[in-house]
C-alpha cells in the first residue's frame, strides 16, 4: 500500500504534469470507484481547471477551480499516468481524465480499492475521511505534546496504534517496522507502557524515515509508481521489513517476522525488548 512517502511522491509528479490543466472530458470506467454520484462527479470536474495538488496523511487533494476538490485515496495498489499514448489505457485503468494539452491523466486500479470524492474546498477539514486524522511527520502538529496522549491512551500494541490513522497519520506497514527498529521498541509493547523517551524517539525516527523515504521517492516493494512511473528507491535502505532471517544492522541477529494485529511484523529480537 503506498504510505505517506509515495503518496507525496505522486503528488509532486502530477502538481509538474498536469497544473493549470483543464480537464476536457471525464471517463468513469468502475462506478465504485467514485463516493457519491457519479454523474454529478463527471458534470462538476468536467471544464474545471486543475489548480494545485496537496497532500493529507496518504490522501491526494486535487484542487479545481470551480471550489472542488478531488480527494483521492490510492488504497492498495492505485496508480496514476500522464500520457498520451492510447496504450497506456488498459483493464485497469478506471478513471480517464482527458486535458487541454492532449494528454490525459489515467487511474490504474489493479486491486479496484482506491476511491474518489468530490468535495467543497473550503469545507475538507469536515469531510470525515480528513478531519478524523491525526497529526503527521514533519509537520508543525506532530509534537510531543500532541503526539504522547495519543499513544499512552492505548493499552493495545504499539504497532496497532501507530498504524492507526486517527492517533498519528501517513505511516503504514513499511514505516511502522522501520521506524520500531530504529527506534529500539519491540512492535508488541503496549502503547500505555512506553516512556516520554520511548515517544520522543517514535517522533524523531518518524521524521527521519519519512524525510529519508520521501527524498528516495518511496518503496517500491511490490507495484508502487510515481506519476512518471517510476519505482521508489527506499527499498534498498529498509533496515527491517522484509529482511526476515537476515542478520540486524545493528547487532547482527537474524531478523523475525511476526503477526501483530494480523499484519506481517518485522523486527530484531535482541534489539526491540517488549516491555
Not at 486543475?50 to 487533494?61: E, G, P, S
Not at 499512552?152 to 504497532?159: A, N, V
Request: proline share 4%; hydrophobic share 35%; net charge neutral.
Amino acid at each position: 500500500m503506498p504510505e505517506m512517502p509515495e503518496v507525496e511522491t505522486v503528488r509532486r509528479g502530477l502538481l509538474d504534469l498536469v497544473k493549470d490543466r483543464r480537464i476536457e472530458n471525464v471517463e468513469i470506467r468502475y462506478q465504485n470507484l467514485i463516493t457519491g454520484d457519479v454523474d454529478e462527479f463527471k458534470e462538476t470536474v468536467t471544464g474545471a481547471t486543475i489548480t494545485d495538488i496537496d497532500r493529507r496523511a496518504k490522501f491526494l487533494l486535487i484542487h479545481l477551480d470551480n471550489g472542488y476538490t478531488i480527494i483521492s485515496h490510492l488504497r492498495m495498489e492505485g496508480k496514476y499516468r500522464v500520457s498520451a499514448d492510447p496504450a497506456m489505457i488498459d483493464k485497469h485503468s478506471h478513471a480517464i481524465f482527458s486535458l487541454d494539452n492532449g494528454q490525459k491523466l489515467i487511474y490504474n486500479d489493479v486491486r479496484k480499492f482506491g476511491r474518489m470524492q468530490l468535495w467543497p474546498t473550503d469545507r475538507l477539514a469536515e469531510n470525515k475521511s480528513i478531519a478524523k486524522l491525526g497529526p503527521e511527520p514533519l509537520s508543525t502538529e506532530f509534537t510531543f505534546e500532541n503526539i504522547k496522549p495519543r499513544i499512552i491512551r492505548h493499552r493495545k500494541d504499539i504497532k496497532t496504534v501507530l498504524l492507526d490513522q486517527s492517533v498519528m497519520s501517513g505511516l503504514g506497514n513499511i514505516y511502522v517496522d522501520e521506524v520500531l527498529w530504529q527506534a529500539k521498541i519491540h512492535p508488541e509493547t503496549p502503547a500505555n507502557h512506553l516512556t516520554d523517551e520511548d515517544i520522543k524517539k517514535i517522533i524523531e525516527c518518524s521524521n527521519h524515515e519519512i524525510d529519508i523515504a520521501i527524498k528516495s521517492g518511496g518503496s517500491t516493494v511490490r507495484s508502487y509508481l510515481d506519476a512518471a512511473g517510476h519505482a521508489g528507491t527506499m527499498q534498498n535502505s529498509l533496515k527491517v521489513y522484509g529482511k526476515e532471517g537476515e542478520p540486524c544492522e545493528r547487532c547482527g541477529t537474524e531478523i523475525e517476522k511476526i503477526k501483530v494485529g494480523g499484519r506481517g511484523t518485522h523486527f530484531c529480537p535482541k534489539c526491540q525488548v517488549i516491555k
